[in-house]
């Protein structure tokens, strides 16, 4: 692969980072991918989080496919769409934290 810097604007510099060790730290952190020892073309974090982002919908989209065989076999399935108040119980029910899972690696 090939790194690219990436674009990207400070909105707040608490520490007062000149621009050229910013720039250079982003880039750095597109040679630290879990699976491949080349440069990817965005920052791991990001990939990562868009790879993620992308598992998410796919499971709120499965979920939406199986709703009606689901809701009779989950207790307190929540309710289709998802209400923006709920999402914070949703997360805290599907998260790790305090499960046997935490510890366990899940974005590679």
Do not use: W
Not at 25 to 31: G, I
Not at 94 to 102: A, I, P, Q, T, V
Request: hydrophobic share 35%.
């Amino acid at each position: 692969g090939t790194a690219k810097f990436t674009q990207y604007a400070v909105l707040f510099d608490e520490i007062d980072i000149p621009e050229k060790i910013v720039k250079y730290f982003l880039l750095s952190l597109c040679y630290e991918h879990q699976i491949v020892s080349s440069a990817i073309s965005i920052p791991a974090p990001v990939y990562q989080a868009d790879e993620l982002a992308k598992r998410g919908m796919n499971v709120y989209r499965e979920l939406k496919n199986c709703y009606d065989e689901l809701k009779n076999l989950i207790p307190n399935l929540p309710r289709l769409p998802i209400p923006p108040e709920e999402y914070h119980t949703l997360t805290n029910r599907l998260c790790y934290l305090g499960s046997r899972l935490e510890s366990q690696r899940v974005t590679a």
